[in-house]
Structures are given as C-alpha cells and as structure tokens.
C-alpha cells in the first residue's frame, strides 16, 4: 500500500522558531516543512519553486509587512491557507486576521498538541481559532450594538462584498459572472472566500445570510 504524500508547510518566521518547528514535524509523518523564510520578498522569492499545501507565519514580525503581507500572497495567487502563530494574545491581532480571511491563528503560547490541531484542520479545509479568543470574539459580537467583527462591511472587499449582494439578490454563479464582467470561476472564488470570513458551514448558510442581509 502507497504511503500518503506529507503535507508540504512552509515557516515565516524567526530562525529558532523555524528550528522548533522542525524538531516537532519529525515525528509526524504526514507533516514536513518544504521552506523557510523570515522576510516578506524572501517568501515571495521562494514560493513559487516550493508548491506548500500550507503557510505558517508570524506576519506581525518586523520585516513581514503584517496584514500587507497576506494580501501580497493572495494577490501574487497563492491559494493556501495560513496560519498565524504570533506572540500577540489580544483579541484585536485575531480580528485583524479574522477580517482579513485568514484560516487560523493561534498564540505563540499554546501547547505542541493544539499547533498540530489547528495545522491539521486547515489542511482539511476548515478553519481553527485559539479557543479563548474566539470565545472573546463571539462575546463581542452578542455585547456589541455596532457592526460587529463578523459584519459584511467590515470583513469583505469591494468586490467580495457585491458578490454577496448579489447571491442576497438570488442571482445563480453565471449571472454574478455576467453582471461583474468575470467568469464564474471568480466567482466562485469569491464565495469560498465569503464563507471562510464569514464562518459559513455551507452555501445554504451563505444564501440565508445574504438574502437576510439584503432585506436589512
């Protein structure tokens, strides 16, 4: 029997935090680290020759341009999901990133066995929070009267935000495609995107919401 390909992790961060990373990949045999870098252009330099199924990164680090950075991997077209392990624990670094569409994001703090748990859920498509924080999160959401951190308006872009208006609207994939002047792909890119900033399941949990949106 073929033994299962390892998942292929690539480290933005400091030196010795790249080292502890690795000492704990070895014992996991379906996780191995393919690149390391601890600078934005020294990411983007090295991406396109290492193909990572997943991206581990304190992007608050002096050198890697924060929020800045991630938008410069979605933009040069890197689909993977990111983590951020950072030495922030405030609940505003996690809504930066929840805002951003970032898949997880959990403190430097944490134990080995929740790292391995978060990595391993991105890789299977979901998204993972540090517990406490998004315990922090949900409060702030049910105690704010304003937008919340989870509101349309504050999380997506232009152009996120009038797919979701539109599909609120009860418009199909090719007729989004059709009024944005895009094909549907993009769309439909645009609205996996929707569903990870927004924390919907499924496109019925996406469909409800807008149309609820909408009817405001």
Same mark, same amino acid.
């Given at each position: 029997?073929?033994?299962?390909?390892?998942?292929?992790?690539?480290?933005?961060?400091?030196?010795?935090?790249?080292?502890?990373?690795?000492?704990?990949?070895?014992?996991?045999?379906?996780?191995?680290?393919?690149?390391?870098?601890?600078?934005?252009?020294?990411?983007?330099?090295?991406?396109?020759?290492?193909?990572?199924?997943?991206?581990?990164?304190?992007?608050?680090?002096?050198?890697?341009?924060?929020?800045?950075?991630?938008?410069?991997?979605?933009?040069?077209?890197?689909?993977?999901?990111?983590?951020?392990?950072?030495?922030?624990?405030?609940?505003?670094?996690?809504?930066?990133?929840?805002?951003?569409?970032?898949?997880?994001?959990?403190?430097?703090?944490?134990?080995?066995?929740?790292?391995?748990?978060? +990595?391993?859920? /991105? !890789? &299977?498509?979901?998204?993972?929070?540090?517990?406490?924080?998004?315990?922090? $999160?949900? *409060? %702030?959401?049910?105690?704010?009267?304003?937008?919340?951190?989870?509101?349309?308006?504050?999380?997506?872009?232009?152009?996120?935000?009038?797919?979701?208006?539109?599909?609120?609207?009860?418009?199909?994939?090719?007729? +989004?495609?059709? /009024? !944005? &002047?895009?094909?549907?792909?993009?769309?439909?890119?645009?609205?996996?995107? $929707?569903? *990870? %900033?927004?924390?919907?399941?499924?496109?019925?949990?996406?469909?409800?919401?807008?149309?609820?949106?909408?009817?405001?």
């Amino acid at each position: 029997m073929d033994t299962p390909q390892a998942k292929q992790i690539f480290i933005v961060d400091h030196p010795i935090i790249q080292d502890g990373l690795e000492n704990i990949f070895q014992f996991e045999n379906d996780l191995k680290i393919c690149g390391r870098a601890n600078s934005s252009e020294e990411t983007l330099k090295h991406l396109p020759s290492v193909k990572p199924d997943l991206m581990i990164a304190d992007i608050f680090l002096k050198g890697i341009g924060g929020l800045d950075f991630v938008e410069n991997i979605r933009r040069a077209g890197y689909t993977f999901p990111i983590l951020v392990l950072s030495i922030y624990e405030g609940i505003s670094y996690a809504e930066q990133c929840v805002g951003a569409g970032i898949e997880g994001y959990i403190p430097k703090k944490e134990k080995t066995s929740t790292l391995l748990k978060a +990595i391993r859920n /991105l !890789l &299977n498509g979901q998204i993972y929070i540090d517990e406490d924080l998004k315990l922090e $999160i949900i *409060k %702030k959401f049910f105690m704010s009267d304003s937008l919340s951190v989870f509101s349309p308006k504050l999380i997506l872009t232009e152009e996120e935000q009038k797919v979701y208006n539109f599909i609120g609207d009860g418009c199909p994939i090719e007729t +989004i495609a059709k /009024l !944005l &002047n895009l094909n549907a792909k993009k769309i439909i890119l645009f609205r996996e995107q $929707i569903k *990870k %900033k927004l924390y919907f399941k499924d496109n019925v949990e996406l469909l409800q919401s807008a149309i609820g949106y909408r009817k405001g």
